[in-house]
């Protein structure tokens, strides 16, 4: 029987209760902030700023379904930053964490054939010995996503996306949270 110790790996994913109303919103792209701000070196997806407030009422119903599954009275959720993402054809993500916030939520507007995969990266692959890399050779986890999927976890795990291979645009939704537990 395999023990596993530590549970600080883990996501939460489930249709969003407002996918269609989600979507819908988020295909307008009003309400945008105009944030010059660039981060990660290697990504090459166009992002879009938005405003906290207006859209924070549509991830309320989500954000209520998983205080539900991990089973905790009272937390309030604070918005840091609220972006979509749009990939093109060759377009990635590189491998990176949200290590400034608590959780990291993402919403997957579409989906489609040859569309740039979500994925999670075991962070402590790299210190295996050889052996135990033939044992555990799975370093890379990737979560079967259909459009209108909701997908919250912690903010220090890995995660990335793959190169995009198709001529429809790939859009998500990424938010950061930070949580502040109350009795």
Same mark, same amino acid.
């Given at each position: 029987? =395999?023990?596993? =110790? ?14 269609? !109303?989600?979507?819908?919103?988020? !295909?307008?792209?009003?309400? +945008? ?7 990660? =070196? ?32 009272? +937390?309030? /959720? ?21 290590? /400034?916030?608590?959780?990291?939520? +993402?919403?997957? *507007? ?17 210190? *295996? ?12 986890? =990737? ?41």
């Amino acid at each position: 029987m =395999m023990v596993s =110790m530590f549970p600080n790996y883990f996501f939460f994913q489930f249709q969003a209760p407002n996918a269609e !109303e989600l979507i819908e919103v988020l !295909e307008k792209k009003e309400h +945008v902030v105009d944030k010059n701000e660039t981060w990660g =070196m290697h990504h090459n997806s166009s992002k879009t700023y938005l405003e906290h407030d207006h859209y924070y009422p549509y991830l309320s119903p989500s954000l209520q379904i998983l205080t539900d599954q991990l089973q905790l009275k009272k +937390v309030d /959720y604070q918005m840091t930053d609220i972006w979509l993402n749009e990939y093109q054809r060759g377009d990635n993500q590189e491998l990176h964490d949200h290590c /400034y916030d608590d959780l990291v939520c +993402v919403f997957f *507007l579409n989906t489609g054939e040859d569309f740039s995969k979500f994925f999670f990266y075991d962070a402590h692959s790299s210190s *295996l010995t050889k052996a135990w890399k033939s044992i555990l050779p799975n370093n890379t986890f =990737m979560p079967d996503i259909k459009a209108g999927d909701i997908m919250f976890f912690p903010s220090h795990m890995l995660h990335g996306v793959s190169p995009h291979k198709s001529d429809v645009i790939r859009k998500t939704l990424s938010v950061n949270f930070n949580m502040e537990m109350r009795d």
